[in-house]
């Protein structure tokens, strides 16, 4: 494990569009977009590795490069320079006001091999804001950057962006078509900012029963009474730990959810879903009758009629939350959870997304309602999870080196249970899994029969466990 290096912050900057926004208006967010006005920052970090230690000898044309091709890049996407307001019937729009993101400019004593795998960088929540909550949108910036030179010349890129106007898949593209524009290419997919498409019909129809979200008065609906800060200094009962998972295990894993009793032919997605959400619970010891909830996002991308244009610049993540007992997740197999995941994606229409847009329609034109998730991100039952197997992720290139890692981090005020789905950078089904829970919980984990049956490489826990 590598020493908790320092992190010096040379600078900050605000970075602007390149050519001012020739029209300054509001912009409509669809109701998706209203539910994930969240008072908080989703931090990444992006990690380049160089092809030699003396890529970079002038830091500040570095550093200017980077703020050059981002203020060329919000031409593009100038929501992303503005700032969230409330209309005149307490819904957020974006404000084009060319206020700017922030860029801030770092460099460590630390190098990539201080870590036997940068999987494991200690310092990974220097490398980006750790501030996270968000006090007041009318002045927050949407994205916050920071860009930090390692001593070997390995470069992390850490993005700090408020989920409110755009989902993974959109951020992904974000960051790609910076690299794009910073070595000289065209932006391949420009950004189609056309939320009216997925705005509610009139008049709403609701056609089916919504499971998934809840209706709350705006007073006890605010998430920020559910932060859970600690003293600072104080240790976080908390842990974050990525896994990483072979083709070949992956493949197993897939293999025996099929010959399971539930007989499931599941993806690569819904057996590793099932996958971790067993072993999670089993590992947090959950009483037999407590609910369990797995969430997850599914895309509107592909299932929205008629089609989303290519580039659709927005939130268009429905958050599925599928319920079930603790009892039946641990004692049954890995199947039985891979049969509920697969009957709820197939349960997830077009019809059903439009009714779940119509839904928060009505409770939001009574002005004194928020929409929720019908999950307790802090109950440490449910698992929350997001799959970006198929995003092109190491498509990323900005000129420097080969993209090696790309990974969240973590803070708890986004709940207790988290387990992503990432690419690995060998391609195929070679995955990164991302678990975020309790510390007793992940020490459990290790000794968990069936997930140490396809990790049988897993190092002792004591590696981890500073």
């Known amino acids: 494990m590598g020493a908790l290096w320092g992190v010096d912050l040379k600078c900050t900057s605000v970075i602007v569009p390149a050519s001012p926004t020739p029209i300054q208006e509001r912009r409509f967010l669809s109701n998706l977009d209203q539910v994930f006005t969240g008072q908080w920052y989703m931090n990444t970090v992006w990690y380049f590795k160089p092809a030699s230690d003396h890529l970079i000898q002038d830091q500040d044309a570095f550093f200017k490069g980077l703020k050059d091709s981002l203020s ?6 100038p929501a992303l320079a503005g ?9 957020f729009e974006v404000e084009l006001n060319d206020e700017g993101v922030i860029f801030r400019e770092a460099v460590t004593e630390a190098r990539f091999d201080d870590w036997e795998d940068i999987k494991d960088c200690t310092i990974e929540a220097k490398l980006t804001f750790e501030d996270t909550i968000i006090a007041d949108y009318n002045t927050a910036p949407l994205i916050r950057t920071q860009a930090t030179l390692f001593k070997c010349g390995g470069i992390a890129l850490g993005f700090s962006m408020a989920h409110a106007i755009h989902d993974g898949w959109a951020a992904m593209e974000f960051v790609k078509s910076w690299s794009e524009l910073h070595t000289h290419l065209p932006v391949s997919t420009p950004p189609v900012f056309a939320n009216h498409l997925m ?5 709403p129809v609701v056609s089916v029963p919504i499971k998934d979200y809840i209706s709350v008065p705006k007073a006890e609906g605010s998430l920020s009474s559910n932060y859970q800060i600690f003293e600072e200094g104080a240790p976080s009962p908390y842990q974050a730990i990525t896994f990483r998972f072979t083709a070949q295990q992956v493949d197993e894993i897939i293999q025996e959810v099929r010959n399971g009793p539930w007989k499931v032919e599941a993806s690569s997605f819904v057996a590793m879903a099932a996958f971790t959400w067993k072993v999670m619970t089993e590992a947090r010891e959950l009483p037999d009758d407590t609910t369990t909830r797995y969430v997850y996002p599914i895309s509107c991308r592909q299932r929205w009629q008629p089609p989303l244009p290519r580039g659709f610049f927005g939130n268009t993540a429905h958050i599925s939350s599928l319920a079930a007992k603790a009892g039946d997740i641990k004692d049954k197999h890995v199947s039985y959870a891979a049969k509920l995941i697969y009957d709820d994606l197939s349960a997830t229409t ?34 929350q999870s997001t799959s970006m197997v198929n995003f092109p992720i190491f ?12 990974s969240f981090t973590f803070q708890p005020l986004l709940g207790d249970g988290h387990a992503y789905l ?42 981890y466990s500073n």
């Open 422 to 463: 990432f690419p690995a950078p060998e391609g195929g089904r070679n995955r990164l899994v991302p678990i975020y829970m309790k510390r007793l919980a992940m020490k459990n984990l290790f000794r968990n029969e069936l997930f140490r049956r396809f990790q049988p490489d897993l190092k002792d826990y004591s590696y």
């Open 83 to 91: 700032r969230l307001v409330k209309n005149e019937n307490n819904r």
């Open 72 to 77: 060329r890049l919000l031409i593009y996407y």
């Open 199 to 203: 705005k509610a019909r009139d008049p």
């Open 395 to 406: 498509e990323v290139n900005f000129g420097w080196g080969t993209l090696i890692h790309n």
């Open 350 to 383: 077009t019809e059903y997304l439009k009714s779940v847009i119509d839904w928060m329609e009505i409770e939001l034109q009574k002005n004194d309602r928020d929409i929720g998730f019908a999950c307790d991100f802090y109950s440490g039952a449910d698992v």
